[in-house]
């Protein structure tokens, strides 16, 4: 999936905060959600989404969901519908009735995906425990992740459930004061779903435009 276009840039950053003892722990928690994840046959997830940017005065909500098996995903979102099916990522453009075929390329620039979310730690980032919270009296852990260099990105907090290592939350802040949160809402692990739902089915848009 594409949680969202957000490109992840660089930022040079380095403080006594990023201790090797509290690094394993974060490490670990972080490899221990994405365990959780990958050991479900698919996911199906409900989330909100919000960008704020204070100094420009915007402030934008939305609402979107996401399926995913294996590295295939289904996503709704902002009035776009995108499906990646195997090798071909399908963006359909329902605004303008268009579908937009491409190839889905491992290592080149595709944003946040279901696949690179949990994985940040790993290739990148430096990373630490935030202080313990509550989200709706569920206890949660606060990760945070710093790009190794990033012109965009300041940090990128990831809060995890502690009994379930369930994702809650995904929180981006923009090295200009942006602010993009994505606050999951409903989460169904291994969730029944049409056998057609990871793959683009033509007929299903009658009049598009098929761009390939």
Same mark, same amino acid.
């Given at each position: ?6 490109a @992840?840039?660089?930022?040079? *950053? ?17 490899a ?12 199906y %997830?409900?989330?909100d989404?919000? =960008?704020?940017?204070?100094k420009? +005065?915007v ?8 399926? %995913?098996? +294996?590295?295939d995903?289904h =996503?709704?979102?902002m009035g @776009?519908e995108?499906?990646? /099916? +195997? /090798?071909?990522?399908?963006? %359909?453009?329902?605004?303008d009735?268009?579908?937009q075929?491409? !190839? ?11 696949s *690179? %979310? ?5 290739d990148g980032? /430096?990373?630490?425990?935030?202080? #313990?919270?509550?989200d709706?009296g &569920?206890?949660i852990?606060? &990760?945070?992740l710093?790009?190794i260099a990033? !012109?965009?990105?300041? !940090?990128?907090?990831?809060?995890? !459930?502690?009994?379930?290592?369930? &994702?809650? $939350?995904i ?5 200009n004061g942006t ?6 809402t409903?989460?169904? #692990? ?5 056998a057609n739902? =990871?793959? =683009?089915?033509?007929s299903? $848009? #009658?009049? $598009? $435009?098929?761009a390939?």
């Amino acid at each position: 999936m594409k949680i969202a276009r957000i490109a @992840i840039a660089l930022l040079i *950053s380095t403080t006594a905060a990023f201790a090797q003892p509290t690094n394993k722990q974060a490490k670990q928690l972080l490899a221990d959600a994405s365990a959780k994840l990958k050991s479900y046959s698919t996911i199906y %997830i409900g989330f909100d989404y919000s =960008f704020v940017n204070e100094k420009a +005065g915007v402030t934008q909500n939305e609402k979107g969901t996401i399926a %995913i098996k +294996g590295d295939d995903y289904h =996503f709704n979102f902002m009035g @776009i519908e995108q499906i990646r /099916s +195997g /090798s071909k990522l399908y963006t %359909i453009l329902k605004e303008d009735e268009e579908v937009q075929i491409t !190839e889905y390329v491992e290592g080149e620039d595709q944003g946040l995906t279901p696949s *690179s %979310i949990l994985n940040l730690y790993q290739d990148g980032y /430096s990373y630490k425990m935030g202080l #313990p919270g509550k989200d709706d009296g &569920v206890k949660i852990q606060k &990760v945070m992740l710093k790009p190794i260099a990033s !012109e965009e990105i300041k !940090e990128i907090e990831i809060g995890i !459930e502690k009994e379930t290592k369930k &994702v809650a $939350y995904i929180k981006q802040t923009g090295t200009n004061g942006t602010v993009t949160t994505f606050n999951i809402t409903t989460f169904e #692990p291994n969730k029944k779903l049409p056998a057609n739902h =990871f793959k =683009f089915v033509k007929s299903d $848009y #009658p009049g $598009y $435009y098929i761009a390939d």
